[in-house]
């Protein structure tokens, strides 16, 4: 039991790393290769759940993040990043020293909010809970502080790993699967959003300021 | 033999199914009525029938009325779309498939809804208003015109991470419930979770319902959280317009209103009760004043839906039966002002061809009519008598005044700031020289004079039994 606690504590490290590594990478290529880095790390560690707790129905999450999110995805958007062949490098809304200070904080914020609650279940859930919001928050953090609507993709994306993390971590939560299905449709929209739509193609760019240009009130 | 909350869930989702293999989209549209009389039909025969607490579904007074008024909205919405969209396909907006596509969404949209309305689960919750949020970013998007995408993009981003939060609320609130009732499906049904709220860990609580406040206050379109909500209501289709402002936001603010009475059930817990007057005190004075600046009646209107939003929320914050009666009684009336107001936006934009209001000028001469209709309905949403909307302002801000007088001042100020840019822009589009282009209207009126004379009688005459109703509803809110 211990062991097992111990495994599923790396893993979530992991993936609060790599949300940091998210962060402060400035070419979108490297981005994307983070994020799969990250899906991969998820996968595991949702396996891992699935064999130590002998839950095998996460085995179909583990097995959905890692195809998908840690393979198809990065891969799609890695070619829609060269095909479109402008828009190499990250565009910031803030500086990268800004926003690992308020990522930082933002780790803080939520062992400060978890250490609250009552130790529940031999305290599994609780360090676990504070890891996954912790890359929850960063994944937020990340679409409002990177423009491009591939990173903001992405951000969420790492937003959704951190919640697949917190529900893997809380035991026997049912729907789990469900969920981690549903959010992959949402992902395949949104994948589609910017491969189908083309937004390219009608605004010649993908940062978002040219959408914002759009705007119907602005006409 | 099926029960009638299934119904409500059931017939709307095979409907879509039927629809979208449909071809001709005449026969959609008819499709389209039928499908929403008989969801309307269920909503009424759920309304008639006992209160049942099952394990997937739940059923009391709080969430039939929001059922009715859905179902109602829905069918009325469905004929509004039946008599315009076919001009859609004549201006070359849409094609015939994309037409069929919007039929099947409709009926998908509604009956997601309404499964998040009857579901007694919190993540069966999520995963309704999950979807029918997902249908309506596809909606938005219809027209696939470079502001059209815009808008649904920048939906689908907040709503996106709105859902997100709320999920992780939800995760919580598992989280909570599980040393009480333990691990399964129970602790994730919300008649048990209420029943042994007063056992849960009050830290654990309080922080889940911040995440479902942020992640269900982004659908309620609560301020500053409300940024998707005036560019999706413009850009899409008009009845969709109508079923947004009308129904989806209802849905997110009920979903909020569970969450609360769950609060309620653990004293130790934080009160929701000022979080959420802040917050509707903020969306409604900011909306008022937003409205001075728009251009585009669509979006006016829009921004109007966050003002009304803002006073339900700072009525069920305020909490007690007289001010939750009256935030009941106002989520009805403003669903069905607010839907006729864009059914008759609909008919001005095919008058005028345009959402501009600097275009839309001098109706009372052009389509005097439909300028004495669309007057009406401002009017009305304005909160002026007889108008239903009228009797639950005036409750909420009598209620407000008799418990704390001073507060009372902040919505009625809002109030009287959001009048005052109604009737101004009120004013230009009814008079003055017509410009621009006078269109036949091929849409009907039917259910925007329908929907008036509810709100009318309302106004004028609450039976008996309906006020019961709302009571019980109230007092289950707490």
Known sequence: MKLAYEISHLLAGVMLVVSFALLYQQRIAAVLNAFAAQSITLALAVAWAAWSEDRPDLFITATIAFLLKGIVIPVALHRTVTRLGVHREVEKVVGVGMALLVGLALCGLSQALVVKIAPVAAGLARDELALAMAIVLLGFLMMIVRRNAVTQVVGFMSMENGLILAATGAQGMPLVVEVSVAFSVLIALFVFAVFVFRIRERFDTIDIEALDRMRGDRR | ?478
């Open chain 2, 1 to 478: 033999m099926i029960e009638a909350y299934q119904a409500v869930v059931l017939v709307p989702y095979a409907a879509a199914l039927v629809l979208a293999a449909v071809p001709g989209y005449r026969v959609g549209a008819i499709g389209n009525v039928i499908a929403s009389a008989a969801a309307f039909a269920a909503g009424l025969w759920l309304m008639l029938g006992p209160p049942t607490v099952g394990s997937y579904a739940i059923v009391d007074e709080f969430n039939v009325l929001f059922v009715a008024i859905n179902t109602l909205v829905g069918f009325t919405t469905a004929l509004f779309s039946a008599s315009y969209i076919g001009h859609e396909i004549e201006t070359g907006r849409l094609s015939p498939g994309f037409l069929r596509f919007y039929h099947a969404m409709f009926q998908a949209m509604m009956g997601s809804m309404n499964l998040a309305l009857v579901a007694n689960n919190i993540g069966l919750m999520w995963v309704g208003l999950e979807l029918a949020t997902l249908i309506t970013v596809v909606m938005v998007g219809l027209y696939r015109t470079p502001q059209a995408i815009e808008a649904a993009w920048k939906y689908f981003i907040l709503a996106s991470v709105g859902i997100s939060l709320a999920f992780f609320g939800t995760i919580l609130v598992y989280l909570a419930g599980q040393p009480v009732l333990g691990e399964g499906l129970q602790s994730m049904t919300w008649s048990l979770l209420q029943a042994t709220a007063v056992r849960m860990d009050p830290a654990l609580l309080d922080l889940a319902f911040i995440f479902l406040l942020i992640g269900y206050g982004t659908k309620v379109g609560l301020a500053p959280l409300h940024a998707w909500l005036p560019d999706a209501h413009a850009e899409g289709p008009t009845p969709i317009s109508a079923v947004l402002s009308g129904l989806l936001l209802n849905v997110a603010l009920y979903a909020l209103l569970r969450f609360k009475m769950l609060m309620a059930g653990q004293p130790a817990a934080l009160d929701p009760g000022p979080i959420m007057v802040v917050m509707g005190l903020v969306s409604l004075i900011f909306a008022a004043f937003m409205l001075y600046q728009r251009r585009d009646i669509k979006r006016f209107f829009a921004y109007s839906s966050i003002e009304h939003m803002g006073l339900m929320v700072f009525a069920f914050g305020m909490g007690g039966p007289l001010a939750n009666f009256a935030g009941l009684l106002h989520m009805a009336m403003h669903s069905l002002t607010k839907s006729s107001i864009f059914f008759a936006v609909g008919h001005v934009a095919q008058a005028k061809g345009t959402q501009r209001f600097a275009e839309i000028r001098g109706l009372s001469v052009s389509h005097p009519r439909l300028a004495v209709a669309l007057a009406l309905a401002v009017l009305a949403i304005a909160g002026l008598p007889p108008f239903g909307v009228f009797t639950s302002e005036f409750l909420i801000l009598t209620t407000t005044f008799a418990r704390q007088p001073w507060l009372a001042l902040l919505p009625a100020f809002g109030l009287l700031v959001g009048f005052g840019a109604l009737l101004l822009r009120l004013q230009d589009t009814i008079f003055g020289e017509p410009v621009g282009p006078a269109h036949r209207v091929d849409a009907s009126s039917v259910p925007m004079v329908l929907h008036l004379m509810l709100v009318l009688a309302a106004g004028l005459y609450l039976p008996p039994a309906l006020v019961i109703w709302f009571r019980r509803a109230a007092e289950l809110l707490g």
